[in-house]
């Protein structure tokens, strides 16, 4: 049996089937990790004793191992956060995430390397050493997903959970050729998941088709009594929605293709005509220069760091705060700076109006549009290292990321072809706060036009059994 | 509407200051690079003084949840008992966390 390349709703359907058993996948990806992990550096912590029993056979999981990024607490499971502050630390508790998964019958396969603290777009900020891009291991994945995304693209794992502050599940989706989801703000807790940017933080899935995602979604999504900003609000039946076609008005801004590198710009367009092809209106629109986002992220992602990571005294458990590297210590000084008395109202406060503004702006526009398209990244995966010469790296990568996660929005970033270097080109699509429904269903019916060129298994080619 | 803003210039005190308040310890080397990079951040970050915000209100999450609270009688199933919670530390005794003396 051919297990390389299978989405999770297609492992689902062959252990369902008794073509397959659960312990075989679970070997399968152990096999595979053994084999891989070393070069591409993408898992920080492997299990390699899962608990299978009977008992979890039947639920929506069906015993298929899934890959977890190392800031979701996993009980007796070592979680840092790829950060040596955490280098022992097994939390007593598990988040709401990787709960609800177990619940639905997952195994975890291991933890994924990310940016220290998720501070950095490309994982190479770990204290664990940078991840490869297995497109091109000279290059980074992205990041700070960078180690869930790579164990995808690689087939270490069938689909990987990530977390997106501002860019952190899209951009490596996009750089690794997978399908990225980040879901609204709120919807899917943030209970147990070691915190970024806490009113931006937001949990969701690397895979390889838009239908994992939906399945994924509808498992992890949904209020939660230990996250109080959680919404309220019933979760849809997303992977039987997604199947239904429907024709949007997908809204297109010149903002957003300002300085992007011409490849990339043409597969963009390109996707766009396809787009009007298949029955979608395009309506050009107006939207706030994505680079008052930047400045604005940088001020509320800084100053919500600096409280966070307040926490981390080494009492209590890790270690003492020697131990920080050197981008959080950047991080929480200007964080500390624009909380202080006196620079408060003029960087704090003038930030979180500029966000208002941008919440407003978007608003607006959605009165017209039910969704906007964009490249994901001006770029496509830089090679590691490179991010030195860019002293705002991450915000620059993520320019065009950070006004939808700064208004709390549903997103997703697919794959739409290769450049010259044969390098993953993303583009993503915006959605309505909560509408994660329409997003994944522009997606599936690309991906069923095209199959993303074949693009999110063809990076497999490298990796064989 | 646009406002000039002037160059932020931070002194190696208000960096140690900075240091202190976020409980960091930092080396002279260091010192000197958050001093530039701090300022060339502070120098990108004032192009939000060209957007007007005279009128509008401050966003600090976007869910505009009103107050939570368990309903009676919940059970905190994901409480933690004194030794489950005290087992990551390395400053402990007898099941309580030790710190410096304060007074």
């Not at chain 2, 010192?31 to 502070?42: A, S």
């Amino acid at each position: 049996m051919q297990i390389l390349g299978k989405s999770v709703t297609e492992l689902k359907e062959l252990i369902d089937r008794r073509q397959l058993t659960a312990s075989e996948v679970f070997d399968y990806f152990l096999k595979r990790i053994k084999k891989y992990n070393k070069q591409i550096n993408g898992y920080i912590t492997i299990v390699d004793k899962p608990s299978i029993n009977e008992n979890i056979l039947n639920r929506e999981l069906s015993g298929i191992p899934l890959a977890i990024k190392d800031n979701f607490c996993t009980k007796g499971i070592r979680t840092t956060a790829s950060s040596k502050v955490l280098n022992d630390f097994i939390p007593p508790y598990e988040s709401t995430v990787t709960s609800r998964l177990k619940e639905a019958g997952s195994v975890i396969l291991g933890k994924t390397n990310m940016d220290a603290w998720a501070h950095g777009s490309s994982t190479e900020t770990s204290d664990y050493g940078p991840t490869k891009n297995p497109w091109d291991q000279s290059r980074a994945p992205g990041g700070s997903s960078g180690g869930s995304a790579a164990v995808v693209a690689s087939y270490l794992a069938p689909l990987a959970i990530g977390s997106e502050t501002a860019g952190s599940i899209r951009l490596p989706a996009s750089w690794t050729g997978l399908v990225g989801l980040k879901p609204t703000y709120g919807r899917v807790s943030r209970y147990g998941v070691i915190a970024m940017g806490s009113s931006l933080d937001s949990p969701g899935p690397l895979c390889l088709t838009v239908e994992d995602a939906a399945y994924i979604l509808k498992i992890i999504a949904g209020c939660d009594p230990y996250d109080a900003t959680t919404v309220n609000h019933p979760v849809p039946d997303y992977p039987q929605l997604i199947k239904v076609p429907k024709k949007f008005i997908i809204g297109v801004a010149d903002e957003y293709f300002d300085g992007i590198d011409e490849q990339v710009r043409e597969k963009i367009d390109k996707t766009i005509v396809i787009f009007k092809k298949m029955g979608h209106k395009i309506k050009k629109i107006k939207l706030i220069h994505p680079k008052y986002a930047i400045s604005d992220y940088t001020i509320i992602q800084r100053s919500e760091v600096s409280s966070n990571l307040s926490r981390y005294d080494g009492i209590r458990y890790g270690n003492t705060r020697e131990f920080f590297g050197n981008e959080a210590k950047k991080r929480i000084m200007l964080g500390t700076y624009s909380l202080s008395y006196g620079y408060y109202d003029a960087f704090y406060k003038k930030a979180q109006k500029v966000r208002t503004l941008i919440i407003e702006d978007f608003k607006r526009v959605f009165k017209e549009v039910d969704v906007i398209v964009a490249p994901t990244t001006p770029i496509t995966a830089l090679k590691l290292g490179e991010f030195e010469k860019y002293p705002f790296f991450g915000e620059l990568m993520d320019v065009l990321l950070e006004p939808s996660s700064m208004a709390g929005l549903a997103a997703l970033s697919f794959p739409v072809g290769l450049d010259n270097k044969n390098l993953p080109v993303g583009f993503q699509v915006m959605g309505r706060w909560l509408d994660e429904e329409t997003v994944l269903n522009l997606a599936y019916q690309f991906e069923k036009e095209t199959e993303f060129f074949g693009i999110p298994k063809k990076a497999l080619e490298k990796y064989p059994d | 509407m646009k406002k000039k803003a002037r160059k932020i210039v931070l002194s190696k005190e208000e960096i140690l200051h900075l240091a202190k308040l976020a409980n960091l310890k930092l080396t002279n080397k260091e010192i000197n690079q958050y001093q530039k990079q701090l300022e060339e951040t502070l120098d990108y970050i004032k192009n939000l003084q060209e957007l007007d915000t005279d009128k509008i209100m401050p966003t600090d999450h976007t869910v505009h949840s009103e107050n939570v609270f368990f309903a009676d009688g919940t059970k905190n199933k994901r409480g933690l008992d004194q030794k489950e919670a005290t087992k990551n530390s390395k400053n402990k005794k007898n099941l309580y966390f030790t710190v410096n003396r304060i007074l």
